[in-house]
C-alpha cells in the first residue's frame, strides 16, 4: 500500500502578475542559472529569504524594537534596499523563520539559522518575479518558495484496524500456526498478544498469508533480528527520536509511556515556560497550526504518525497490544517519542515549519529525527504521480530548497552531546513509494540514512524506490505482492468469521480509528523507515547500558555495516498486483536481478548493530565542568558508570575554597566559590572511581560541561 507513504506532493499553479507595481521593469535579467528556482506549489504571496552575515546587527536591532512593542513580527527589516522592495511587493509581515531560545542561540548564530526570514506580501504578486527582485539585492544570500508539504496517500480508504479491546482478546483467540513460544526463545519480558504476527520482528518463515498468493514467498530470518537484540537491550528512556509526521497519539495505552513530555510546560497555560520560544509544547508541538495543541482525531488524519510511532517504541511487556523495536520491557524504560506534527488532516507544514520541526527536535534532546515523507522521486512515472516531480540531484535539492538543507544539517551536527553516548544526530527518511529507481529528496541527502522498502522473503516491496542513495533496507510490507487479487484487504485481525488473520504480509502497529486507540496494518517505505530508526534507537540505548561514546557519522557507519545480506535473494523475478484489489488486476513481473546492489547495504540486523556497538567508540568518563563564582552546574553521573542508576555516590573535592560539590541519587551538583580549578573524585558504590576537574570562572557559559 505504497498510499502510506508521505511525500511533499507538487502541483502546478498559474502565477499573476503583480497589482502594485511591474516588479520586471528596471530589474536587470538575470545571469544564466542563477534564477531562483521555485516549486510549483509554493505559497502565494510569501517566500523565504536569508541575509548576508553582516546584515545581522540591523536584523537584530529591529527585531528587538519589534518584540519590545509586544509582538515580534515586523513590518520591515530595517535594510533600506529590502525594504524598498517590500514596500512594492506590499510587504505586511515579516519575521525571523527560528524563535529566539538563549540556550541554543549561540550554535543556531553560528550555523547561520538567525538569518533567515519568512516575508509575506500581496498574494496576487508575481511570485517568481518578486524571489528575483529580491535575490539582486547585496543584502540577500538566498531566496526560496515555501511550499507546502503533502502527503501521498489517500486518506479516505478503508482502514485496516483492530480495537484495544479485541487487541486485549487476541492471545486467548489464536491458536495456530502462526503461535510462536517467545518465552523459549529467552526474551527478557512477556510478549505482548500481537508479537506474533509483527513477522517483521522474528520471521519464522511459517505464516498463514504465505496461501494468498501460490507464487508469493516467506523466508525465514526476514526481519530486523529483534529477540536477540533484546536479550541484550530493550530501550533506554534517555534516548528521544523525533516523530515528524501526523501528530502521534500520545495517550495511546501502548504508547503512553514512552511518550517525551516537557515537564516545564503545561496544557493551556498559554506561556513558553521554559523559553524555547514554543508555547504549551507539552508532548512537541503542532508545526501545522503553531500551536501546542497536537492533533490526531481529524476525518482525513490516518493515524499514520501513531503507526510510525508504535514500530519504534511501542510499550514492551505490558500485555497488551503490539511490541516496539526499542520500546522496553515490562511497561517501561523505552526510548521517547517526541511528537513534532507537521501534518493534520488535509494540510501540511508550510516548508518553513517542518524547518523549525527540524530545529525543533535538535534543541530540546531528539537524536534521531524520523521522517516517512519526501519529494516524489525525479524518475517516477509522471502519467501514474503526477508531471511534477522532485529533485534529481543533491545540487538541484540544494539549490530549490536551500532551508531544508541548512536545518537538516543543524541537526545532524548539533543534537545530541560530546559528553553523551553520540554527538550530532541522524535523520532518518523513507525512501518513497513510485516504484522508482532514484530516492527521492531530502532523504537522498547523503548526509541523511535514505531506507528502502522489502518484503517477507528478502526480496523488494513492489512499490519500494532504489539506486543509488538508498542506504540500507526495512521490513515495508507487500500487500500488491501477498494480497489475495480481487479482494478487499482485511479490515481487521480478524475476518468475518471471527478467524484471526495476517494483514497479507503487512506492517502492524499502534493505530487511531475514529480518534480512539487501535492497532492496524500499513504498507510502505513509510513503515521500513521507523524500523531503521528503532533499531538506531535500540542500538544508542545499549551504548547508554555500555556507555560508549560515538560521533553521529560513525554510528551510521554501524548502522550500515549491521545487515543481513539482501543481493543472493535477488535473482529470477516476482509477480505482483498494482491494483490488486480488483479482479482484473494485471500482474507485473519485476526482474529482482535489476535490484541487485541498489538497496542499500542490506536489510538492518539490531542484534549485529549492539554488539558492534559493544566494541565501537570511545568509553564513556565522566566529563570536566566549569561554573561561575556563586553559580552552579549539574551532572547525571549514570551515565558514566556501568549500571549507573542503581548506584550510589560520594564526592569529596580537593580544595574546598574553590568549588563544593553534593551528590542526591545520580545527579552531582558543583557550586563555585571563587576563581580557579581543583579536582573531584566520584566514587560509586561499585568502586570505580573517576577524577573530574572543575573550573571556577567569573562568568560561566550555559550547561557546565567543558
Given at each position: 500500500m505504497k498510499r502510506y507513504y508521505v511525500y511533499a506532493a507538487l502541483f502546478a499553479f498559474a502565477l499573476t502578475s503583480c497589482v502594485k507595481e511591474d516588479l520586471g521593469q528596471g530589474t536587470?535579467?538575470?545571469?544564466?542559472?542563477?534564477?531562483?528556482?521555485?516549486?510549483?506549489?509554493?505559497?502565494?504571496?510569501?517566500?523565504?529569504?536569508?541575509?548576508?552575515?553582516?546584515?545581522?546587527?540591523?536584523?537584530d536591532r529591529t527585531f528587538t524594537r519589534a518584540m519590545h512593542s509586544g509582538g515580534g513580527a515586523m513590518t520591515r527589516s530595517g535594510i533600506p534596499s529590502t525594504d524598498e522592495v517590500l514596500e512594492i511587493l506590499g510587504g505586511y509581515h515579516f519575521e525571523r523563520v527560528f524563535p529566539r531560545d538563549e540556550r541554543t542561540e549561540e550554535r543556531t548564530r553560528e550555523a547561520g539559522l538567525h538569518l533567515w526570514y519568512k516575508v509575506k506580501f500581496d498574494e496576487d504578486a508575481d511570485l517568481q518575479q518578486a524571489a528575483r527582485k529580491l535575490s539582486l539585492l547585496g543584502e540577500i544570500s538566498a531566496v526560496q518558495g515555501n511550499p507546502r508539504i503533502k502527503r501521498a496517500y489517500d486518506v479516505k480508504r478503508t482502514r485496516t484496524y483492530v480495537s484495544e479491546a479485541a487487541a486485549r482478546n487476541l492471545s486467548a483467540a489464536r491458536a495456530t500456526e502462526d503461535d510462536i513460544d517467545f518465552s523459549a526463545l529467552g526474551l527478557p519480558f512477556?510478549?505482548?498478544?500481537?508479537?506474533?504476527?509483527?513477522?517483521?520482528?522474528?520471521?519464522?518463515?511459517?505464516?498463514?498469508?504465505?496461501?494468498?498468493?501460490?507464487?508469493?514467498?516467506?523466508?525465514?530470518?526476514?526481519?530486523?533480528?529483534?529477540?536477540?537484540?533484546?536479550?541484550?537491550?530493550?530501550?533506554?528512556?534517555?534516548?528521544?527520536?523525533?516523530?515528524?509526521?501526523?501528530?502521534?497519539?500520545?495517550?495511546?495505552?501502548?504508547?503512553?509511556?514512552?511518550?517525551?513530555?516537557?515537564?516545564?510546560?503545561?496544557?493551556?497555560?498559554?506561556?513558553?515556560?521554559?523559553?524555547?520560544?514554543?508555547?504549551?509544547?507539552v508532548y512537541g508541538y503542532n508545526f501545522v497550526t503553531n500551536s501546542g495543541a497536537i492533533t490526531w482525531a481529524g476525518e482525513t488524519d490516518a493515524g499514520h504518525g501513531t503507526h510510525v510511532a508504535g514500530t519504534i517504541a511501542a510499550v514492551n511487556g505490558n500485555g497488551r497490544g503490539v511490541c516496539g523495536i526499542a520500546g522496553g520491557s515490562n511497561g517501561a524504560n523505552g526510548v521517547k517519542i517526541m511528537t513534532c506534527q507537521v501534518f493534520e488532516g488535509e494540510n501540511g507544514a508550510t516548508l518553513d515549519g517542518e524547518a523549525k520541526a527540524i530545529k525543533y527536535a535538535a534543541d530540546n534532546g531528539a537524536v534521531i529525527l524520523q521522517c516517512s515523507w519526501g519529494y516524489v522521486s525525479a524518475e517516477a512515472n509522471k502519467v501514474i504521480f503526477g508531471t511534477v516531480l522532485g529533485p534529481a540531484t543533491e545540487e538541484e535539492w540544494e539549490k530549490t530548497y536551500p532551508l531544508e538543507k541548512e536545518a537538516l544539517d543543524y541537526f545532524i551536527q548539533n543534537?545530541?552531546?560530546?559528553?553523551?553516548?553520540?554527538?550530532?544526530?541522524?535523520?532518518?527518511?523513507?525512501?518513497?513509494?513510485?516504484?522508482?529507481?532514484?530516492?527521492?529528496?531530502?532523504?537522498?541527502?547523503?548526509?541523511?540514512?535514505?531506507?528502502g522498502a522489502l518484503d517477507a522473503a528478502f526480496t523488494p516491496s513492489s512499490f519500494t524506490n532504489y539506486g543509488a542513495g538508498t542506504d540500507v533496507s526495512a521490513p515495508g510490507g507487500d500487500a500488491e505482492y501477498y494480497g489475495i487479487v480481487g479482494q478487499e484487504d482485511p479490515e481487521g485481525w480478524f475476518d468475518g468469521n471471527g478467524t484471526p488473520v495476517m494483514g497479507h504480509g503487512s506492517i502492524l502497529s499502534t493505530w487511531v480509528s475514529d480518534g480512539q486507540a487501535a492497532y492496524g496494518y500499513m504498507d510502505g517505505t513509510s513503515m521500513a523507515c521507523p524500523h531503521v530508526s528503532g533499531v538506531a534507537a535500540l542500538g544508542l540505548s545499549y551504548a547508554v547500558q555500555k556507555r560508549r561514546h560515538f560521533k553521529a557519522d560513525e554510528f551510521v557507519a554501524l548502522l550500515k555495516e549491521s545487515v543481513k545480506e539482501i543481493d543472493p535473494y535477488l535473482k529470477g523475478s516476482k509477480l505482483y498486483y498494482y491494483t490488486h484489489n480488483y479482479a482484473s488486476a494485471p500482474a507485473t513481473k519485476m526482474d529482482l536481478g535489476s535490484y541487485r546492489g541498489k538497496l542499500g547495504t542490506g536489510l538492518v540486523d539490531a542484534a549485529k548493530l549492539l554488539k558492534a556497538v559493544e566494541g565501537g567508540g570511545l568509553e564513556m568518563k565522566v566529563p570536566n565542568m566549569y561554573v561561575s563564582v556563586d553559580g552552579s552546574a549539574t551532572l547525571d553521573l549514570a551515565f558514566y558508570f556501568e549500571n549507573g542508576r542503581n548506584l550510589s555516590y560520594t564526592v569529596s573535592v580537593a580544595d574546598a575554597q574553590i568549588a563544593k560539590a553534593s551528590v542526591a541519587e545520580t545527579m552531582l551538583t558543583v557550586e563555585g566559590i571563587a576563581t580557579g580549578s581543583t579536582k573531584i573524585t566520584v566514587k560509586p558504590s561499585s568502586g570505580q572511581e573517576q577524577t573530574l576537574t572543575v573550573t571556577v570562572r567569573k562568568n560561566a557559559g550555559e550547561g557546565g560541561w567543558m
Open positions: 536587470p535579467a538575470p545571469v544564466p542559472g542563477t534564477e531562483v528556482k521555485l516549486p510549483a506549489n509554493a505559497e502565494a504571496g510569501e517566500l523565504l529569504i536569508k541575509f548576508k552575515p553582516e546584515m545581522s546587527g540591523i536584523l512477556t510478549a505482548d498478544p500481537a508479537l506474533k504476527y509483527q513477522w517483521h520482528y522474528y520471521n519464522t518463515g511459517d505464516y498463514s498469508f504465505a496461501g494468498n498468493n501460490p507464487a508469493a514467498k516467506i523466508v525465514a530470518g526476514c526481519d530486523v533480528n529483534c529477540v536477540e537484540a533484546w536479550k541484550m537491550c530493550t530501550g533506554d528512556p534517555s534516548i528521544i527520536v523525533a516523530v515528524l509526521d501526523e501528530g502521534v497519539m500520545y495517550t495511546h495505552p501502548d504508547l503512553e509511556a514512552n511518550m517525551w513530555k516537557n515537564d516545564g510546560e503545561a496544557f493551556g497555560a498559554g506561556q513558553d515556560a521554559d523559553g524555547n520560544g514554543y508555547v504549551d509544547d543534537a545530541g552531546s560530546p559528553n553523551g553516548v553520540i554527538e550530532g544526530g541522524i535523520a532518518v527518511f523513507a525512501g518513497g513509494n513510485e516504484y522508482a529507481a532514484l530516492p527521492s529528496f531530502p532523504g537522498a541527502y547523503s548526509k541523511c540514512v535514505t531506507v
